[in-house]
């Protein structure tokens, strides 16, 4: 059975800095050329897609993709040896409030015009609150 856990969320003030991490099972070494993405959920808004790292399709393998909203102050990278992906999110202020979940696919469609497409695989969320 496959699955993705979240951790690292929690509380920090503006301008600080947090790691998130997301630990995949289940997948075996497949894991590796599975497309990765990071959402989040802010109270009473919809998901939405942050940022992704392509692999799966040779054309795009490498690519990583991010909303205008954390573009330039999140990371999204990968470590397939420990099978574990991360956000690294710098500058965080009190719009980056949400529930942030990681997400993998084996043959995702990369997110185009602001629209993030639908993919296999989702962690339950890990918590993360800036205070002003």
């Known amino acids: 059975q496959v699955q993705l856990v979240e951790s690292g969320g929690g509380l920090v003030e503006t301008g600080g800095s947090l790691t998130l991490s997301c630990a995949a099972s289940?997948?075996?070494?497949?894991?590796?050329?599975?497309?990765k993405c990071w959402f989040r959920q802010a109270p009473g808004q919809e998901r939405e897609g942050i940022a992704c790292?392509?692999?799966?399709?040779?054309?795009?393998?490498?690519?990583?993709y991010y909303s205008e909203s954390v573009q330039g102050r999140f990371t999204i990278s990968t470590d397939n040896v420990r099978n574990t992906f991360y956000l690294r999110m710098v500058n965080l202020g009190p719009q980056d409030t949400a529930v942030y979940y990681c997400?993998?696919?084996?043959?995702?469609?990369?997110?185009?015009?602001?629209?993030?497409?639908?993919?296999?695989?989702w962690g339950i969320g890990t918590l993360v609150t800036v205070s002003s």
């Open positions: 289940g997948f075996g070494d497949a894991f590796a050329e599975y497309d």
């Open positions: 790292l392509s692999v799966s399709d040779p054309k795009w393998r490498g690519n990583t």
């Open positions: 997400a993998a696919d084996p043959d995702f469609r990369p997110p185009s015009n602001g629209v993030w497409y639908h993919m296999d695989h």
